[in-house]
């Protein structure tokens, strides 16, 4: 089967200048009867985008390094892509890492690329800003996208998600957004046994890990593609794992209280929500907690327009205690265009006794429905003698659909100096509209807890509403204790919760969207079809007034799929529909955009109408390049299509894995290859082998292969030498299908025109007809430094090492540095030590048992050192060999060792 984008005569003068090309392109919610209409020709791109993301989840004293990615939307290569980072701390540490920026620097068309990020765990939240700049169309262009860092509590065992995830649009009424996943407890691996999302309307792209491991301490990047419509609405994402079980007893005792083994499984949701395809969305990045005896009482926070149109910011407005101030890239009156930031300064008051919490209000017009202000809470105190306690909601604002209502996750985290004894239950009230918000029982590991300085825990609100209304607030307040100055002093603190219902209503999903384009050559034989799926993701009946094709050729028509559509379809329910084109005869070419299109009513809204583009294509019958067969070689399953994607292992070399693509020429006249578009990855993907090369001339039936090897090992190497530059155990790696640039010397002008050959001849079940669908697993490996009996003389390090998903890898060698302040140390069997200048050296061999090993060392403290003042430790953590490539997040850990009188 083949394709073809572009066909023109050409001149002999232009044949001469052409032969040798060679083209690269890289690698509202509604009420009371209202009219609801989404449609898919919203014209609004970003060209090029960085996911919206989830809160990066920082684990007890260990550093985070998980990624995002950037999305090239557009019909062309980008090069010389700029990024530029800042965050509101005091510091420089880079946030990105540079060798995935300088991968990251071209992007080939409709591909992304991976963005590794460094997230520094300073015991605290704080924010980041990542910009890029870029040129388009002769245009300096600009993007930018905020990054949370926040601790999470650790003290229940289980796979959580680290926040919910809000996703706009960036092109094609699509957009990108990553969950973080992390697990807790001591040293233990789960079996994750799925990983789903609850409807159709999104669909996860990177880092799939059902039927994966993930093990304590490690963070793992999910990304979904959402589809937003003009109304929101939202879409859950459950993991579900159980411990799994160790085969030494040493192992068992520490992966299993008290040694006895226990069948635990776990099940956690966190929510997407698809925002509206209809105005500016503002989102403001966290603040960091400041300590005004300690630290300057100044700092600063991103608000980023995510949405699809400009924000015209009306005011900003500080409450109590709070003053904005004049600064780099100052928000102020006036418009911030789609995808642009600025930044919020702001004092707070020196006088504050012991703490305070206060907001931020940053009001805007122009905003899509439901969004008209972004409010920012404010904490700080003054001292050390205190408690000090951050709340971070999984969502802030949260929409729900009125009547169902959510759930939010609030984290709590003592940043003060104190430890808190917290002994009473969390509680709300609510401040404006009618929601209300009560603590689950389940869920809550803060009530009658003592939190000491650093330590985090977390509780569960249900947030519901019996009308529908928008930006409105609950607070949320959380009481308790602390001692000093010789007595018992109370705490409490208060969050303002801000949320939007929506009413119950039908929302249509059509998918894909676009369909891939459709072609057949005009032989009155050849026919391709599409299959559709048309989902209901909304929470109410859609009853469908018309559904079909429109502004179709007479030969394309369609018919029922697996699940016809009926006269109405049920909220979280899917049918399918069949598209044809073909056969049709034709000695000329032909083109157009056909709609698949659904108008219906239902609760809450009079006439709504959901649409999709179907390109098509008729071409004639003499020139033809199809693609024969796609062989690989080294996977370990798979056949290459969307349900099927091909496996490769980090287990196996990857210079011993590889991809074929084989190409016929099946038309009737010779062809002579002039040039070929390489779309594909080239972290991922490096031609091994290629007969298809420029000037090469295919008779009819003959035929020329491009052989692809897996290139994420030499990335890995060339990137970080000893160390290891990825970050996740699964890498979505699918090879784009290459198109050709040919000429035609058989005619009477020769021609010279572009062809896509597809995978419709040999994946015919695939969605995907223009990728082959590639995953690379890699073994995990995470590592922990923990200080043990704090501020005495028996006090112990103990360095872990846990690794994961290591089915047929080797031993793994691994090295960890560290300012040697001990005075002797226990060792597992798998490792040595030596101390060096004032270093301390330790050397493991992991060798994984059933693809996992846990190991434990622990180092006695030479208290002697400490007897006048604290000190922090630094442990630096490498990957001796980088042959078997896997995903390492937690390079570096620091740990702070109290003073031992």
């Given at each position: 089967?083949?394709?073809?984008?572009i066909?023109k005569?050409?001149?002999l003068?232009?044949?001469?200048?052409?032969?040798s090309?060679?083209?690269?392109?890289?690698?509202?919610?509604s009420?009371?009867?209202?009219t609801?209409?989404?449609?898919?020709?919203?014209?609004f791109?970003?060209?090029?985008?960085?996911?919206?993301?989830?809160?990066?989840?920082?684990?007890?004293?260990s550093?985070t390094?998980?990624?995002?990615?950037?999305?090239?939307?557009?019909?062309?290569?980008?090069?010389?892509?700029?990024?530029?980072?800042?965050?509101?701390l005091?510091?420089n540490?880079p946030m990105?890492?540079?060798?995935?920026?300088?991968?990251?620097?071209s992007?080939?068309?409709?591909?992304?690329?991976?963005?590794?990020?460094?997230?520094?765990n300073?015991?605290?939240?704080?924010?980041?800003?990542?910009k890029?700049?870029?040129e388009?169309?002769?245009?300096?262009?600009?993007?930018?996208?905020?990054?949370n860092?926040?601790?999470?509590?650790?003290?229940?065992?289980?796979?959580?998600?680290?926040s919910n995830?809000a996703v706009?649009s960036?092109?094609?009424n699509?957009?990108?957004?990553?969950?973080?996943?992390?697990?807790?407890?001591?040293n233990?691996?789960?079996n994750?046994?799925?990983?789903?999302?609850?409807?159709n309307?999104?669909?996860?792209?990177?880092?799939n890990?059902?039927?994966?491991?993930?093990?304590?301490?490690f963070?793992?990047?999910?990304?979904?593609?959402?589809?937003?419509?003009?109304?929101s609405y939202?879409?859950?994402?459950?993991?579900?794992a159980?411990?799994?079980t160790m085969?030494?007893?040493?192992?068992?005792?520490?992966?299993?209280?008290?040694?006895?083994?226990?069948?635990?499984?776990?099940l956690n949701?966190?929510?997407?929500?698809?925002?509206?395809?209809n105005?500016?969305?503002?989102?403001?990045?966290?603040?960091?907690?400041?300590?005004?005896?300690?630290?300057?009482n100044?700092?600063?926070?991103f608000?980023?327009?995510?949405?699809?149109?400009?924000a015209n910011?009306?005011?900003?407005?500080?409450t109590?205690?709070?003053?904005i101030?004049?600064?780099?890239?100052?928000?102020?009156?006036?418009?911030?265009?789609?995808?642009?930031?600025?930044?919020?300064?702001?004092?707070?008051?020196?006088?504050?006794?012991?703490?305070s919490?206060?907001t931020?209000?940053?009001n805007?017009?122009?905003?899509?429905?439901?969004?008209n202000?972004?409010?920012?809470?404010?904490?700080?105190?003054n001292?050390?003698?205190?408690?000090?306690?951050?709340?971070i909601?999984?969502?802030n604002?949260?929409?729900?659909?009125?009547?169902?209502g959510t759930?939010?996750?609030?984290?709590?985290?003592n940043?003060?100096g104190?430890p808190?004894?917290i002994?009473?239950?969390?509680?709300?009230?609510?401040y404006?509209?009618?929601g209300?918000?009560?603590?689950l029982?389940?869920?809550?590991?803060?009530?009658?807890?003592?939190?000491?300085?650093?330590?985090?825990?977390?509780?569960?609100i249900?947030?519901?509403?019996?009308?529908?209304?928008?930006?409105k607030?609950?607070?949320?307040?959380?009481?308790?204790?602390?001692?000093?100055?010789?007595?018992?002093?109370?705490?409490?603190?208060?969050?303002?919760l801000y949320?939007?219902?929506t009413s119950?209503?039908p929302?249509?999903?059509?998918?894909?969207?676009?369909?891939?384009?459709?072609?057949v050559?005009?032989?009155?034989?050849?026919?391709?079809?599409?299959?559709?799926?048309?989902?209901?993701?909304?929470?109410?009946?859609?009853?469908?007034?018309?559904?079909?094709l429109?502004?179709n050729p007479?030969?394309?028509s369609?018919?029922?799929?697996?699940?016809?559509?009926?006269?109405?379809l049920?909220a979280s329910?899917?049918?399918?529909a069949?598209?044809?084109?073909?056969?049709?005869?034709?000695?000329?070419?032909?083109?157009?955009?056909a709609?698949?299109?659904a108008?219906?009513?239902?609760?809450?809204?009079?006439?709504a109408?959901?649409?999709?583009?179907i390109?098509?294509?008729?071409t004639?019958?003499?020139?033809?390049?199809?693609?024969?067969?796609?062989?690989?070689s080294?996977?370990?399953?798979?056949?290459?299509?969307?349900?099927?994607?091909l496996?490769?292992?980090?287990?196996?070399?990857?210079?011993?894995q590889?991809i074929?693509?084989?190409?016929?020429?099946?038309?009737?006249?010779?062809?002579?290859?002039?040039?070929?578009?390489?779309?594909?990855?080239g972290y991922?993907?490096?031609?091994?082998?290629?007969?298809?090369?420029t000037n090469t001339?295919l008779?009819?039936?003959?035929?020329?292969?491009?052989?692809?090897?897996?290139?994420?090992?030499?990335?890995?190497?060339?990137?970080?030498?000893?160390s290891s530059?990825?970050v996740?155990?699964?890498?979505?790696?699918?090879l784009?299908?290459?198109?050709?640039v040919?000429?035609?010397?058989?005619?009477?002008?020769?021609?010279?025109?572009?062809?896509?050959?597809?995978?419709?001849?040999?994946?015919?079940?695939t969605?995907?007809?223009?990728?082959?669908?590639?995953?690379?697993?890699?073994a995990?490996?995470?590592?922990?430094?923990?200080?043990n009996?704090?501020?005495t003389?028996?006090?112990?390090?103990t360095?872990?090492?846990?690794?994961?998903?290591?089915?047929?890898?080797?031993?793994i060698?691994?090295?960890?540095?560290m300012e040697?302040?001990f005075?002797?140390y226990?060792?597992?069997?798998q490792?040595?030590a030596?101390?060096?200048?004032?270093?301390?050296?330790?050397?493991?061999?992991?060798?994984p048992?059933?693809?996992v090993v846990?190991?434990?060392?622990?180092?006695?403290?030479?208290?002697?050192?400490?007897?006048t003042?604290?000190a922090i430790l630094n442990a630096?953590?490498?990957?001796?060999?980088?042959?078997?490539?896997?995903?390492?997040?937690?390079?570096?850990?620091?740990?702070?060792?109290?003073?031992?009188?």
């Amino acid at each position: 089967m083949m394709l073809i984008k572009i066909r023109k005569k050409i001149s002999l003068v232009f044949l001469v200048l052409g032969l040798s090309l060679l083209l690269n392109g890289c690698g509202q919610s509604s009420s009371g009867g209202a009219t609801n209409t989404n449609t898919s020709s919203n014209s609004f791109i970003k060209e090029l985008s960085v996911d919206n993301m989830g809160t990066i989840p920082l684990l007890g004293t260990s550093n985070t390094r998980t990624l995002t990615w950037v999305h090239n939307n557009s019909d062309v290569t980008i090069n010389n892509i700029k990024y530029d980072t800042f965050t509101n701390l005091n510091d420089n540490e880079p946030m990105l890492d540079p060798d995935s920026v300088n991968n990251c620097k071209s992007i080939k068309a409709h591909q992304s690329c991976p963005l590794t990020i460094n997230g520094i765990n300073r015991q605290k939240p704080y924010s980041g800003l990542i910009k890029l700049e870029y040129e388009y169309d002769g245009k300096l262009k600009t993007n930018s996208q905020s990054i949370n860092f926040a601790p999470v509590a650790t003290q229940k065992e289980g796979v959580f998600f680290s926040s919910n995830v809000a996703v706009s649009s960036v092109a094609n009424n699509k957009g990108y957004g990553v969950f973080y996943a992390y697990a807790t407890g001591d040293n233990q691996i789960y079996n994750i046994s799925s990983l789903k999302i609850g409807n159709n309307g999104a669909v996860i792209t990177n880092g799939n890990i059902s039927n994966q491991q993930i093990q304590s301490g490690f963070v793992q990047a999910i990304e979904v593609s959402v589809y937003n419509a003009n109304s929101s609405y939202n879409i859950p994402i459950t993991v579900d794992a159980t411990l799994a079980t160790m085969q030494s007893v040493t192992k068992q005792a520490r992966l299993f209280k008290n040694g006895n083994l226990k069948s635990a499984s776990f099940l956690n949701t966190a929510y997407v929500s698809a925002l509206p395809n209809n105005g500016a969305v503002l989102i403001s990045s966290l603040p960091p907690v400041l300590n005004t005896a300690e630290e300057s009482n100044h700092s600063l926070y991103f608000v980023t327009n995510i949405g699809n149109s400009d924000a015209n910011i009306s005011d900003i407005i500080a409450t109590s205690g709070i003053t904005i101030e004049p600064g780099s890239n100052q928000c102020a009156s006036g418009p911030l265009a789609a995808g642009d930031s600025c930044s919020v300064h702001y004092s707070v008051s020196m006088s504050t006794p012991t703490s305070s919490t206060n907001t931020i209000s940053v009001n805007y017009t122009g905003g899509a429905t439901g969004y008209n202000n972004s409010n920012q809470s404010i904490y700080w105190f003054n001292g050390k003698n205190s408690a000090m306690i951050s709340m971070i909601a999984s969502a802030n604002p949260v929409t729900f659909v009125q009547s169902i209502g959510t759930n939010v996750t609030i984290t709590v985290t003592n940043v003060g100096g104190l430890p808190l004894d917290i002994t009473n239950t969390p509680s709300s009230s609510t401040y404006s509209g009618s929601g209300v918000a009560n603590v689950l029982p389940s869920g809550n590991s803060c009530t009658g807890s003592t939190l000491n300085s650093g330590a985090t825990c977390s509780f569960m609100i249900n947030v519901n509403d019996n009308v529908v209304e928008a930006e409105k607030q609950i607070n949320v307040y959380l009481q308790g204790s602390y001692f000093s100055g010789g007595t018992t002093q109370n705490y409490s603190t208060v969050m303002p919760l801000y949320y939007t219902s929506t009413s119950s209503q039908p929302i249509l999903v059509i998918t894909p969207n676009p369909v891939t384009l459709m072609s057949v050559v005009g032989n009155d034989i050849e026919s391709v079809t599409r299959n559709l799926i048309i989902s209901n993701v909304g929470t109410e009946t859609a009853f469908f007034d018309s559904i079909g094709l429109a502004d179709n050729p007479a030969f394309m028509s369609t018919s029922n799929g697996d699940v016809p559509c009926g006269a109405s379809l049920d909220a979280s329910e899917s049918c399918s529909a069949i598209v044809k084109l073909g056969p049709v005869s034709s000695a000329t070419e032909q083109d157009g955009i056909a709609h698949y299109q659904a108008t219906y009513t239902g609760s809450n809204i009079v006439s709504a109408q959901e649409s999709n583009n179907i390109p098509w294509q008729v071409t004639p019958n003499e020139q033809s390049l199809t693609l024969t067969s796609v062989t690989a070689s080294g996977n370990s399953s798979g056949t290459g299509s969307s349900s099927d994607p091909l496996v490769f292992s980090g287990s196996i070399p990857s210079s011993n894995q590889t991809i074929s693509l084989q190409y016929t020429n099946t038309g009737t006249h010779a062809l002579t290859i002039s040039g070929f578009q390489n779309g594909n990855l080239g972290y991922a993907w490096g031609i091994s082998s290629n007969s298809c090369t420029t000037n090469t001339v295919l008779e009819p039936s003959d035929t020329c292969t491009i052989v692809y090897v897996n290139n994420l090992s030499t990335y890995n190497q060339a990137a970080f030498g000893s160390s290891s530059v990825l970050v996740t155990s699964s890498y979505t790696v699918n090879l784009p299908v290459p198109g050709f640039v040919v000429i035609d010397y058989s005619s009477i002008t020769p021609m010279q025109f572009t062809i896509q050959p597809d995978l419709s001849t040999v994946l015919p079940d695939t969605a995907s007809l223009t990728e082959v669908r590639a995953e690379v697993h890699l073994a995990t490996l995470t590592n922990t430094i923990t200080i043990n009996n704090q501020g005495t003389p028996g006090a112990f390090l103990t360095v872990a090492h846990t690794l994961a998903n290591a089915n047929g890898y080797p031993a793994i060698s691994l090295s960890t540095m560290m300012e040697n302040y001990f005075a002797s140390y226990s060792l597992d069997t798998q490792c040595s030590a030596n101390s060096n200048n004032g270093i301390m050296t330790e050397q493991c061999l992991l060798s994984p048992v059933n693809g996992v090993v846990s190991i434990a060392n622990t180092y006695s403290i030479n208290y002697t050192l400490f007897a006048t003042q604290s000190a922090i430790l630094n442990a630096i953590f490498t990957l001796d060999d980088l042959t078997y490539p896997l995903a390492m997040n937690t390079n570096a850990a620091q740990a702070e060792i109290s003073q031992i009188p």
